[in-house]
């Protein structure tokens, strides 16, 4: 969601005039796009605008921009403004499209500028991006988020739910695959409940079931996929839904019913291993990824085993683990129960443990098979080319670069916990 707001920002930039440069020394505009998810995002925020202070008071005219998630939290707001004189502007998640206005603002009065409407506004959808790839394209579907997880701070950030228009929304990637789009990823903190806010009965189904039908397509992504609202309707469908990837991801956070029911879930474990099922018997291939947060507050070691116990229960290709950040004003950072750093870190240690060995059998029982790939670009180092797969995962090949951009069959040779590797067939 985030990067594609970059991208956003980089376009209503490029549009007014601004070009990239490659130092901070060089740039007349500084902007930061901020995540507020866990206090480490945000730690890295304070460091590098405090970093930029000599240089601003050296060149007075630069532009330091602040925007994002954490903007729309009171607290580091009020840091910023307090500790952080040499920023000019801040804005928020949700009032992108203003941004010109701030920046001209800015130029004639010479005030610090601070707009950070919490509320969604329909003129953001006006606004293009400059996509980081040429073949795929994140969409948003959605904004916002309802659901208050008791460790989140989405809802703060982010504002209540919406739903795009599905008209809007099929025209963008119909002009996105007129330029050269091929693979899309919908975007939404719960694109399950896709449409609640259209009033009629038109839903993620409906949606896909229209976006599958876009000519010159080839697949559709989407994340994230909140088990609690997930359908059944989503899962018989998927067969039919031939640009579909088979990949899932499926946040589990934990595998606990006391832990759930007090991260304000709405599943159990027993659900969340049903709906897993019901996915393995319907798309058997599926690859199923996942979000774990260990040291929610009161976490016991016995609630701490059930994560284990579903972990291998489901067989996860890849996850993500995070320590649990106590976020400002949400419930689950008030409680007195709060598990110490040594304890997290030990179990975010024995969780990966568990992960890796598993990701590392999914990857292996990928070699031998000829997977079609779209071909994405070269590695960090110039050698291989790098694609991902139905099932999203990153394979690393030789090849000529003039196949980037183009869907190969490649047969996997290799495997390790993170990619495959593969030889390009003929
Ligand atoms: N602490 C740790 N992880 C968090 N996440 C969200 N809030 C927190 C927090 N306070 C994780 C969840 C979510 C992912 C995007 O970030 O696992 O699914
Ligand atoms: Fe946060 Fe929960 Fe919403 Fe996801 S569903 S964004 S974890 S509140």
New binding site residues.
Partial sequence: MNEHDSEKIAWILENMGYLPVDSDEEADIILFNTCA??QSAEDKVYGKVGSLKPMKNANPNKIIAIGGCMMNMDESRDKILKSHGHVDIIFGTQNLFKLPELIRGLSSNNKRIVDVKAEYSVENDKINAIYSSPYKALVNIMYGCNNFCT??VVPYTRGREISRDPKQIISEIEKLVDKGTKEVMLLGQNVNSYGKSLCNNYNFVSLLKEINNIKGLKRIRFMTSHPKDISDELIESWPQLDKLCHSLHL?L?SGSNKVLKEMNRHYTQEKYINIVNKIKATVPDIALTT?L?VGFPGESEEDFEKTIETIKKVEYDSS?T????P?SNTPAAERDDQIPHRVKQERFEKLLVELYPIALKKNTNEIGKIREVLVEGIDKIGENLVGRTLHGKLVNFPGDKDIIGSYVNVKIVGANTFALEGRLME
């Fill in positions: 998810i866990r460790y989140c946040p956070q979000d947060i993500y995070f320590l649990y950040s976020r």
